[in-house]
């Protein structure tokens, strides 16, 4: 499983109900809500949950390492760099950027 918080450009909301909003419009699938947790069973993603943690969006991504076809991996991670665009309002580049500049703080 793998962590990783990402902060939303100006004028996104950190709202949980927004963000259900994106997971639904890239995620043609039951969205559970668990506690304050939205979670996701897709594709490769045996488990996809959001939160809101630290001013910013958590999202822990767990595989399906069963799955071994191309094209469900291929669609799986668009639709993944597709929901983190609509949520966060930053690129792949941007948020690569981003996650620099915070570690190097």
Excluded at 2 to 15: N, P, T, V
Excluded at 39 to 49: A, E, H, M, R
Excluded at 54 to 72: C, G, L, P, Q, Y
Aim: proline content about 1%; some cysteine.
């Amino acid at each position: 499983m793998a962590m990783q918080e990402y902060s939303l450009k100006r004028g996104y909301k950190l709202d949980l109900e927004r963000i259900h909003e994106c997971l639904a419009n890239n995620f043609p699938t039951e969205i559970k809500k668990e506690g304050d947790k939205l979670v996701v069973s897709y594709g490769i993603f045996k488990k996809l949950t959001v939160w809101i943690q630290n001013k910013k969006m958590a999202v822990e991504t767990e595989s399906d390492i069963s799955v071994a076809h191309d094209d469900m991996i291929l669609d799986t991670n668009k639709r993944y760099r597709d929901f983190l665009y609509q949520a966060t309002g930053y690129t792949a580049k941007e948020r690569v950027k981003k996650a620099k500049e915070e570690v190097s703080k």
